[in-house]
């Protein structure tokens, strides 16, 4: 094993966070500003990149795996935390907004994840945590998460997380599926990846799904969330009231306005 081994437990149903416990030395990497609380004797520490041996040696490369974090649009650093301790240690991470907590074991999936690149939470100290270059053209400039997306390495744990529902697909050889763009969490590293353009003018024009599907062929396991950051946002956004509109103290949309950083002079 290449990874931290770690033990974690889910809390929680629509805002869960996810326990982790440490044994003495053991660590984990996370996100900046996703911790939620940690025990007494867990100790912080900004890093370049995520600390994996992946990134190579020396000042260089550690700079080259923290450029390819900024590329996916990710912070320059990331934070570990380890235990010092005599004994076993918790800490807990949040999800950032309304949905579900996935755990990963990467050493049943090939030790390779590919998802979208702000759906990273924490792992165990070893994993990788990179980019993956779309190698077709049209996901790229059309898959509305970009060019490049976030790739997960190793054989230890990872915690990804998304909005709403998540639904766990298994596409058998040849199986193909095709998916919104926005919803696509996550995929192992055999699954084929490409988007494709909705036929039909009308269709394009006037179904209100956008112009283009992430079409997602097997084998492999897929997942897909129910409510991506980006609608839930824009719901907000177009609930929220224009200025010289109402602007009453007590409503809810005032209240999602004000949170979100609204002018409501």
């Known amino acids: 094993m290449n990874n931290h081994e770690i033990d974690y437990e889910l809390h929680g149903d629509d805002m869960q966070f996810v326990e982790v416990e440490l044994d ?25 990149g995520d600390g994996s041996s992946n990134q190579g040696s020396g000042i260089m490369g550690k700079l080259l795996g923290a450029g ?36 990963m074991d990467l050493s049943e999936i090939n030790g390779k994840l590919i ?5 990273f939470l924490a792992a165990a100290k070893g994993v990788s945590v990179g980019v993956e270059f779309q190698k077709k053209v049209g996901a790229g400039f059309f898959g509305g998460e970009g060019f490049i997306m976030q790739k997960l390495e190793g054989d230890g744990m990872a ?3 998304a909005g709403g529902t998540i639904h766990k697909k298994v596409l058998e050889p040849g199986e193909s599926l095709k998916v919104d763009t926005g919803c ?6 055999d ?3 490409n988007v494709e353009f909705v036929g039909g003018i009308k269709t394009a024009m006037f ?31 177009a609930a929220a009231p224009e200025k010289g509109g109402s602007k009453g103290e007590g409503s809810v ?6 949170l979100l950083g609204g002018d409501r002079k």
Request: charged share 20%; net charge negative.
């Open 24 to 48: 003495p030395e053991e660590t984990v990497i996370a996100e900046a500003g996703s911790l939620m609380m940690m025990d007494e004797q867990i100790s912080m520490e900004t890093i370049f």
């Open 68 to 103: 390819k974090r900024v590329i996916t649009g990710e912070s320059l650093f990331m934070t570990t935390f380890t235990n010092e301790g005599s004994g076993k240690k918790h800490l807990s991470f949040a999800s950032p907004y309304p949905g579900k907590i996935i755990p």
């Open 115 to 119: 998802c979208q690149k702000d759906a």
């Open 159 to 161: 915690f990804v997380h």
């Open 184 to 189: 696509l969490v996550a995929m192992t590293g």
């Open 191 to 193: 699954v084929d990846y």
């Open 207 to 237: 179904g209100g799904e956008g112009l283009f599907f992430a079409t997602l062929r097997g084998p492999g396991e897929v997942w897909i969330q129910s409510l991506p950051f980006s609608r839930l946002a824009s719901r907000i956004f």
């Open 253 to 258: 949309a005032g209240g999602l306005f004000d």
